[in-house]
């Protein structure tokens, strides 16, 4: 039936076709880009391509060498991510350090005199950096607000949002959140920092920012969608590596929480793009030790060390573990639920009124931070330092300027400290560091902890949203230890043990909030690890995960889906809906017309067709010789745009072209740019003359798209786009006769044609001696 | 089309197959089985299917109460996987080390008097507990021999080897590794244990074993492949979680190196697997800790802990441990290719014998092992023990009988000691433990660690393929560690710092050799974090694992690949070959004829069609009203058997089947029997009555198998067929219309009615106040 059709007067189109089978999906989809009605841009995963360009252009001439270049550029590619989101890291955790290490050295060298002075030195260093923070992000990188999480996962399970991935966004990011943590607010700058691996990852795998001239012609090896996502996965584990200093961690969170379509090869560079990062944080910190940074060097490669807490447990201590876990998940779904109505009011009333809403928003945010950190630690009463080891190094009340447990803050004596001030009168890692602390029993009250916690959650929950860069890790393990440390607190006194740490139970207290608003599993269990450096209380947490994820779930969904639903990123789920299984695939196509093309086209009907309606996929019909009609594929609007736009296929003859020099076109022009949003059928001007004109789109077509019968059940549809994610099914009536049966085993004939190559040779190697 | 179809006297049918639609791939393909030529049982990975069958035949009547009561039965059986999983692990680790403790104490009590009753009592033991595993393996569970990782990774990518899940199985797999392992070959107990860990799944999975009457009706819940498959995965997590005391490790091993369809769901309950067994594991350890468990009881949670070791490292000690890399992904590289043509020589020649001949090698294994282990280091002149510091609590020589290093065997002196005997005659845990071992600078010469690792190897090469339980990750991890030291010491000598362990570069020496003979990434390097206890190491086990793996990759597959391969099991790779590109669908097919079914069948067609070739699957083709023919579904092989064999559904009409009643089939008959090899068409009697009379086949057949047209590419083809575990694919002509296309907002439809709904009810309760 197909060679009938082409014998009929197309031969002119067989070199055409014949290439064509032999490439794969997403062929030339790879390279459109669509829009949603309400002007979003929306992009289908596209896989397999640069293979088919490299295939299609270079196989005659390079073949091989090109195909060995391509795997070597996209390593360099990953380690140059590495590379560059670690140095990100680096400068961004400097900066904070050190702007919030003045900060606090400043505030205690003038509280010694005033503490109103102090007060106000304290309010308008925050302001100051908040203010820059939000001043960059509305006025120049609006994309940078939040934690972007949400819009990388969105971007990588296949919705293209507008502007998440430019150089301004990258820019955006990294100095906003040094203004944002530096100021002070109950915010952290891990998803930050992811959604900046993503944007350095973005902007390599395009060659550079077209906007801002930084592009390079050799860097362009990347057309395909594919390649490029690809690339961003690499670059949000590189950001949660360099986040947390745990490259592990990060190979899981880019493959359980970000990315939808995941690929054993992908794993493997993934994995040495962490691995870089590692190797990048290192060598800083190893240089920042010898003092060259300023406030920053303290830390070593793990964050909170808690190698040296609690090792052991008892089976008592399982019921409060249990209890953290379920603490965890309530108090996680509450915030998901909180931040959930408060980014809907402020998307729908708050920020519709413009920038100077959002940076007031944002500067009364941070006063209100300000004051209650400063202030809320002046109303509590100062506690006698207990009596310590000297040997053990821990002082009380801790110097001045250094970092530690102990704050004295506004005590009468100079043996006392303020418990309060030590959480909350700190930057957040410090805090962390000091409720995770072992050996320091009894340092806090009950009633400072609650006192903490009950304000810290109102602030986290506040500040979520506000138009600054903004993580959730970091709140969430404040949140998580405090509560969990106040939980320690009973246990030490109701087991009267003495081998058990209040630390610990902090620890747990933040993997379980994690747990209960994140409701991440394996990479969630693997960072809290690497960060703390306590493997031994591994079985612990994963127990407290168990426990904190599923109570959570009985409320909503996590917190970075939730998001993404609020912001209407259209996230594929891994599990088709339950109502799809009463629907057929006819049933789930909709109402809308299907407009079909003919294979040899007049320019005005496409013209009108484009005009006319919003598809952004066309089947193209032919006719075989005895009339009957087949389908010949697919095209796609925005090649339809392309060979609008360039003119060069237009022909007079309403026959199909000949076939020498078909392919007119440099293969360049159908790639997408990635920064921009497209051609539009209004920017392309045709004349009168163009329109009386014909294109042949056989060469242009994706001539085998997936197609699946009328009546096959939408959730086998559903799993068929999701698993190879598609862009465009075709619902076909049901075939009159079967031409073949593919089996596991047709689909092994080659393998075994190798094997038995391999296992003769095999055999001819062991006969001869 | 199908309209008509049905209006065309087909009314009768009407009602199964309005239900029918609504099903999904895998409807009925779950329960089939199908043979290969060669007669070892393939089948493909089924899914989707539980749910059906609750959907089918429980919708009506009990409905979410039935679907709650699935979950928590998967639950409840993560729970029993990770228990027995755990304990099984604790009872060989018992075993294995009472056995090898008393071993080596009596050894060492008659050496004492004489050498060479030593040696008789140690080889003599030695060759009583292999000859225990060799026999129970040969005569009572042939599965049992080797790793069975291959076998469970087939079984996980859809092919069915017969045995390797039997009862019989689980018990061979569990006392063939204690006698083997605890026999002192060079083999592990890990592979193992993760085959076990998967029978244990499986059993549960079906209910019990039916051979072993020890089935219960209540517990076979699980019709389904997948659900099965959902439970060895589980089985698996659990087993290296068991093996390493590694939860986080077992659970990427699962994912990263067995399964090849994994959804995010299943990584939760193999989380929740994974931590139950820590648990366990953990309660036994506590419980060995007062000596209850004899010999057993010295180790921790953390396997060989090194928590105290090498915390940093500097640059110039990139490039030994770089050289690391590379020795390591040369010598697993070239272990692989050896134990490839050692174990296609076996399977060749030797073990094609009979049973006793693989005793006999067994046993011949078991003396040279022995012989070796215990003669070499008598040929090794004995050192002096170093100037130690008492309160380092290293003992040299250690006292007889104890763990530790500096061994004395053989010296003429008290205060000498034997560095080839430290690591030769040991248990591999303990000599492991001494080779990782920090503070412990020049214990072994490296003529020695030399000597040690050629005969290692040598000896984990040919013990590889014998017909004993043998894991290889211990052995690895041995050889690995030799030449890890090695160049650790060379390091020593050659940088003279003081910070530079040699026990560190003796662990990046063994996560070399794993990664470049197993070519795993993130698992392997979780486990190696989690079995050390030191995170420190981490981005320098990445990078030495890189390394290795590139290197390796350049000679061969991983081993376990190479050995699948091997063993006849037809992997399908996640990633299609490069021929198929040049392919279409229609080509891949193969020459084997399509043979058709109508929808009603006479029951001698049926039968002979059956016996005339060895098809798994048959298109239906039916006619519509206007002389069309249409494909209606597919019916299995298996299926079609049942229905010949119960007979119920014969009708003396060749007309459709009337409406009522008529599924009188329980659906359990289909499910295929885990630990049998299903019906054949000749233990089928048919009388020439039933021969005479019909069957019709709408009401079970799939109506809708994916379907492709003939010339698309065979690597899209591929993709679909690996990306949604399929069995069969139906290559059809091109359509002649389109009906619909199915983009992601069709998909997206029923989420964004429920999205606005929640939206609605957010503005509401927002706007109340």
């Keep these: 039936m197909l060679s009938n059709h082409l014998q009929n007067g197309m031969e002119t189109a067989r070199l055409v076709w014949s290439r064509l089978p032999n490439t794969e999906d997403g062929e030339f989809d790879a390279v459109g880009i669509s ?35 391509q795997v070597a550029v996209k390593w360099f590619f990953s380690l140059l991510i590495g590379i560059g989101t670690g ?107 992811v959604h900046t691996g993503a944007c350095i990852a973005s902007l390599l795998g395009q060659g550079g920012s077209t906007k801002y001239h930084v592009s390079s012609r050799w860097l362009q090896v990347f057309k395909s969608d594919r390649d490029r996502r690809d690339l961003v996965t690499c670059g949000c584990a590189a950001g949660v590596a360099a986040a947390f200093r745990a490259p592990v961690g990060g190979v899981l969170f880019a493959l359980e929480e970000v990315t939808s379509w995941w690929r054993s090869q992908l794993m493997w560079r993934v994995f040495f793009t962490s691995a870089i990062v590692a190797v990048v944080v290192r060598t800083a910190m190893g240089w920042c030790k010898s003092g060259k940074c300023g406030h920053f060097g303290a830390g070593g490669f793990i964050i909170w060390d808690i190698s040296g807490a609690q090792e052991d447990y008892s089976f008592q201590e399982l019921l409060p573990m249990a209890v953290i876990g379920v603490i965890g998940g309530l108090l996680g779904a509450l915030f998901n639920q909180l931040t959930l109505y408060i980014t809907h009011w402020r998307r729908n009333y708050l920020h519709k009124k413009g920038n100077r809403v959002k940076i007031i928003e944002a500067c009364l945010i941070s006063l209100l931070t300000s004051v209650i950190s400063f202030g809320v630690p002046l109303l509590r009463k100062c506690t006698p330092c207990p009596e310590t080891d000297p040997s053990s190094g821990i002082q009380c009340p801790r110097s001045p300027g250094m970092y530690g447990n102990y704050v004295e803050f506004y005590c009468g004596r100079k043996t006392e400290y303020n418990d309060l001030a030590t959480i909350f009168f700190n930057t957040q890692d410090d805090a962390i560091r000091n409720l995770f602390s072992a050996k320091t029993i009894h340092e806090y009250s009950a009633q400072s902890l609650l006192t903490f916690l009950v304000m810290f959650y109102t602030l986290a929950v506040i500040t979520f949203g506000s138009a600054v860069p903004a993580g959730q890790f970091v709140p969430g393990i404040m949140i998580g230890s405090t509560y969990g440390r106040l939980v320690g607190m009973f246990v030490v006194n109701f087991y009267k043990k003495l081998n058990i740490e209040e630390g610990t139970y902090a620890l747990l207290g933040a993997a379980s909030f994690l747990g209960g608003s994140m409701r991440m599993t394996v990479s969630l269990c693997v960072i809290m690890v690497e960060i703390t450096n306590n493997l031994k209380l591994l079985p612990l947490i994963m127990l407290v995960l168990l426990i904190s994820k599923a109570v959570g779930d ?135 003359d163009d329109l009386e004109m014909y294109i042949d789109l056989a060469p242009f077509l994706n001539p085998s798209p997936y197609v699946v019968p009328e009546d096959m059940s939408l959730t086998k549809v559903y799993n068929l786009f999701r698993q190879l994610g598609l862009r465009h099914i075709f619902v076909v009536p049901r075939a009159s006769h079967v031409i073949g049966l593919i089996t596991r085993k047709d689909l092994l004939i080659e393998e075994e044609n190798e094997d038995l190559d391999t296992v003769e040779l095999q055999s001819t190697s062991r006969s001869t001696p």
């Design 554 to 688: 009985a409320f909503n969904e996590g917190l970075y889906e939730e998001q993404a639903r609020l912001r209407g990123i259209p996230l594929l789920e891994s599990r088709p809906k339950y109502r799809m299984r009463k629907m057929t695939a006819k049933e789930g196509c909709g109402s809308q017309k299907v407009i079909s093309l003919p294979r040899v086209v007049k320019v005005s009907d496409v013209a009108s067709i484009l005009r006319s309606n919003k598809h952004n996929g066309f089947p193209v019909i032919d006719h075989t010789r005895n009339g009957e009609t087949l389908v010949i594929g697919l095209m796609l609007r925005s090649h339809l745009l392309v060979l609008l736009h360039s003119k060069v296929d237009f022909q007079h003859s309403p026959l199909p072209c000949e076939g020498s020099g078909i392919i007119r076109h440099n293969f360049n022009e159908f790639v997408k740019p990635a920064t921009s949003r497209g051609l539009s059928i209004d920017d392309i001007h045709l004349s009168s």
């Design 35 to 69: 829009k949603k009605s309400d002007g979003s841009s929306v992009e289908s995963l596209d896989y397999e391509v640069i293979e088919n360009y490299a295939y299609r252009e270079e196989q005659a001439q390079r073949g091989k060498v090109y195909f060995v270049y």
């Design 87 to 193: 140095l990100a890291a680096v400068f961004i955790n400097i900066s904070v350090e050190n702007f919030a290490g003045w900060k606090f050295q400043l505030t205690f060298n003038i509280i010694q005199k005033s503490y109103f002075a102090g007060f106000l030195i304290y309010v308008l260093f925050n302001l100051a950096l908040v203010l820059s923070s939000v001043y960059i992000v509305t006025n120049f990188a609006p994309a940078a607000a939040g934690s972007g999480i949400p819009e990388i996962k969105g971007y990588l399970n296949g919705v293209d949002i507008h502007g998440i991935l430019f150089f301004r966004t990258l820019i955006g990011k990294i100095f906003g959140s040094i203004g944002s943590v530096g100021g002070g607010l109950a915010l952290g700058k891990e998803g930050p920092l």
